[in-house]
């Protein structure tokens, strides 16, 4: 039961992650990509009736996570405590300008928003990676279940780390870029003209620059935590994801050459499934590694609910995720097709 | 109290009143949209349609706000309550995941829809996504209050050896009979703050002499809803509340209604100040009787004071519990009679003419909202020193390692933040009043405020 809730919980967060991924990859090359105010508002009505629907992924993992393993969530959120309120900063703030910046004419309130939008959203790309990082690297947690961990200290990954230090840089940097990368292609997916042609430009420019550091993560990981490596190795269902992510990177650059804007845009999603997917079922069964002492650590099973709570949790949430499928299928389906600035649907006037 | 645990209540008092400011409003007028709309489809009356797209326009922005204050709470639970997160994870993580997965999801999924689908949509499936998101709204907020209801009432629960709690009935826990109560009194005060909100901006129309008839149209689903919700969250919602608070919450009823010494025909306080070091009831005006009839149905009824319950466990702030209930009680019998004589004028033919009472509607319109923070106020000073009621005490659910400054900064940070979002809410919302109900064409026009699409270049 709490090998499923794990999937569970790791599955919902790699789904937010392709979802809100793809909008946070288009705000940060929001400036780059759109320059007059048309084609900035056909870059906002191209994420406008999704991006809402995307966010609550993470409400609702959050909330998954909550009822089946209450201890990480406890210990997770109060460790990260400076961390997450900055998230939670940029999150509002983000949300505020897309709301906001079709509301007025003057040009300097759009400046303003778009680039408050753009800021928000790659500080959001990179925070999102250093939140992996960490959770790969390991918390001190000690005997308490708890733990408070600074911003940075001295930039070195040791037992006593901060949020940030080079290895987390690096996770973050890498999904900076990434994240940028399956945002172009969303873009090259849903618009058509100018916006099309330098999300093409900037996709090939950012899916360049993941593979050098998609390297330098890969090396840096197996030098700080091996063990996650002999565990994929040891789990041979694993290599599953481990292709899904190779096949999703050639994929990109294939289908990115030949104009399949879909399949490529596609592919980036299962590069970062098949991403998410590696390093937690290389982590399982801990959630959070305690960098002082292994015993500490939060797993699945010392940090569980009982069973039978996971078991009616099960029940509902089996026949609420075909509910959200279906939603989404919908939304999906209503909103299909390029986006047309012109057109009604959105509310980027 | 240490100090770090003053931080992290007042934390979370700031962020979660300001957020429900919002929803309060968002789950009252959803119901009322598809009053305006169900009107528009039965008479056929374009007006109906044009005041219902207005509306939705407001939604979309008072939406937005509840969203966006909304997410840090979720966090919160984790960030400052990790040791009641610990306690009480396995149980109120379950209606917290499943207002996630049910009610988020929905809402998210058809908001876009309905702000501007409706003429890809037609009438009918503009409706069909209007009750959608109604129905969203009030599930999420029915989720909500039985969470709260666990912490006001446990049940359906197992304590275990380490102190954990584990849930043990799903069923006993999710139709909570305090959450009943609770969910009926609160929704019916929401749909008061959308009332009172709708018929202000139809009272304001008609004393500007701008949109009349859809001022009128405001008016009169305003003022019928307005006042059958005043009597309502009354009797029987408050009235319901209230006897589960005396027969659950003996101290929190105690202390909110002022009463120091137990007795038969106790007493109901009408006005007075609490003095808690001398305890008694200052300067008082009381009517003898009606709180044991109301408390439990007889005159002849003993209610405990506080007086016979151990200091330990009396509310930790008497008179703001005492202050926030009556004004809550007070706002509530005013709403009654505003709305009633309303509603009076309303049926003579008399109401768009009668400067007063449309000054009077007008003004209003903050009261409710005031009404429903001293309510929750009420509710959640009533509970302590519990966080969880009789199970676990406020003072051991905060985070430990997360020291006092830290929270003062974060919460400083949220203030500023909030004020910004206040004063842009209130821009926007100024600009679509002004904008005013005549649509441009029968499409309406998105939310994006500026001019319509086609004279964008």
């Given amino acids: 039961m709490e090998a499923a809730w794990f999937a569970i919980v790791v599955g919902m967060l790699a789904v937010y992650t392709v979802l809100d991924g793809f909008d946070f990859g288009v705000g940060t090359l929001h400036r780059f990509v759109a320059r007059t105010d048309e084609e900035r508002r056909t870059v906002f009505a191209a994420i406008g009736p999704v991006w809402d629907g995307n966010e609550v992924w993470l409400i609702a993992a959050g909330g998954v996570l909550f009822l089946s393993f209450p201890r990480v969530y406890a210990a997770a959120f109060s460790g990260f405590y400076l961390a997450l309120m900055i998230v939670l900063w940029l999150l509002i703030l983000r949300g505020v300008a897309i709301e906001s910046r079709s509301r007025q004419d003057n040009p300097l309130w759009r400046e303003f928003w778009d680039t408050t939008f753009a800021v928000a959203s790659a500080l959001l790309a990179f925070v999102l990676g250093t939140a992996l990082g960490n959770v790969v690297r390991g918390v001190p947690l000690d005997g308490t279940g708890l733990f408070f961990i600074p911003l940075f200290t001295d930039f070195r990954p040791g037992p006593r780390p901060g949020v940030l230090d080079w290895y987390t840089a690096l996770v973050g940097a890498f999904t900076l870029c990434a994240l940028a990368g399956h945002g172009a292609l969303y873009l090259v997916w849903k618009t058509a003209g100018p916006v099309q042609a330098r999300g093409r430009l900037w996709a090939r420019r950012a899916w360049l620059a993941v593979l050098p550091l998609w390297l330098a993560v890969t090396l840096a990981t197996a030098w700080l935590r091996p063990d996650i490596f002999t565990n994929l190795l040891d789990r041979p269902w694993s290599l599953a994801f481990a292709l899904l992510a190779l096949g999703g990177v050639a994929g990109v650059f294939f289908f990115l050459r030949r104009g399949r804007d879909l399949a490529a845009f596609l592919s980036s999603g299962s590069f970062l499934l098949g991403l998410v997917g590696a390093t937690m079922a290389g982590m399982y069964p801990v959630w959070l590694r305690s960098t002082l002492d292994p015993a500490d650590s939060l797993t699945a099973t010392n940090s569980a609910a009982r069973s039978y709570g996971l078991r009616v949790a099960l029940v509902w949430w089996t026949v609420g995720i075909a509910l959200a499928v279906a939603y989404f299928v919908n939304l999906y389906r209503s909103t299909r097709g390029k986006v047309d600035v012109h057109g009604e649907g959105h509310g980027y006037e | ?457």
């Fill in chain 2, 1 to 457: 109290m240490s100090a770090d645990l003053l931080w992290h209540r007042i934390q979370f008092a700031f962020t979660v009143t300001y957020h429900y400011l919002f929803p309060q409003l968002t789950m009252g007028l959803a119901l009322l949209i598809v009053v305006l709309k169900v009107r528009a489809l039965r008479t056929g009356d374009e007006r109906y349609n044009e005041v219902a797209r207005f509306w939705a326009r407001i939604f979309g922005l008072n939406f937005a706000m509840g969203v966006v204050t909304g997410i840090p709470l979720e966090f919160q639970f984790g960030t400052n309550w990790s040791r009641f997160s610990n306690v009480a994870g396995e149980i109120i993580g379950q209606t917290l995941a499943l207002e996630g997965v049910f009610a988020f999801i929905l809402e998210s999924a058809f908001l876009g829809l309905f702000l501007f689908g409706e003429k890809r949509l037609g009438p009918r499936g503009h409706l069909a996504v209007a009750v959608a998101l109604c129905v969203g709204s009030w599930l999420s907020g029915y989720f909500i209050i039985a969470t709260n209801a666990f912490m006001q009432h446990p049940v359906g629960y197992t304590l275990g050896k380490d102190g954990v709690l584990h849930l043990a009935d799903f069923w006993a826990f999710v139709l909570n009979p305090w959450a009943l109560w609770q969910y009926a009194h609160n929704m019916t005060a929401s749909v008061i703050t959308a009332s009172f909100v709708m018929s202000a901006l139809g009272a304001y129309w008609s004393l500007m002499g701008e949109h009349t008839s859809h001022a009128m149209i405001c008016l009169r689903v305003g003022v019928i809803a307005g006042l059958l919700s005043s009597v309502i969250v009354a009797f029987p919602t408050g009235d319901g509340a209230g006897k589960m608070l005396a027969r659950h919450q003996p101290a929190a009823l105690a202390a909110a209604e002022g009463l120091f010494d137990s007795g038969s025909y106790a007493e109901l306080a009408i006005i007075g100040q609490p003095n808690v070091k001398e305890r008694r009831l200052d300067n008082p005006i009381v009517v003898p009787g009606v709180l044991s009839f109301l408390a439990y149905g007889t005159f002849g009824s003993t209610v405990k004071g506080l007086n016979d319950i151990p200091r330990s466990e009396w509310p930790d702030n008497v008179e703001l519990l005492y202050y926030s209930y009556h004004i809550m009680v007070g706002l509530g019998t005013i709403f009654i009679l505003v709305m009633a004589a309303s509603a009076f004028l309303l049926w003579r033919g008399r109401l768009q003419q009668s400067r007063r009472m449309l000054w009077v509607l007008m003004l209003a319109f903050p009261f409710p909202y005031i009404a429903t923070t001293a309510g929750w106020w009420t509710a959640e000073l009533g509970r302590q020193p519990w966080l969880i009621y009789k199970l676990f005490r406020t003072a051991d659910g905060g985070s430990p390692q997360v020291g006092a400054g830290n929270v003062v900064f974060t919460t400083l940070g949220f203030v500023g933040l909030y004020l910004a979002l206040g004063m842009l809410f209130v821009l926007q919302v100024l600009k679509e009043i002004s904008r005013g109900p005549e649509g441009k064409g029968h499409d309406p026009v998105p939310a994006g405020g500026g001019p319509p699409a086609a004279a964008v270049p």
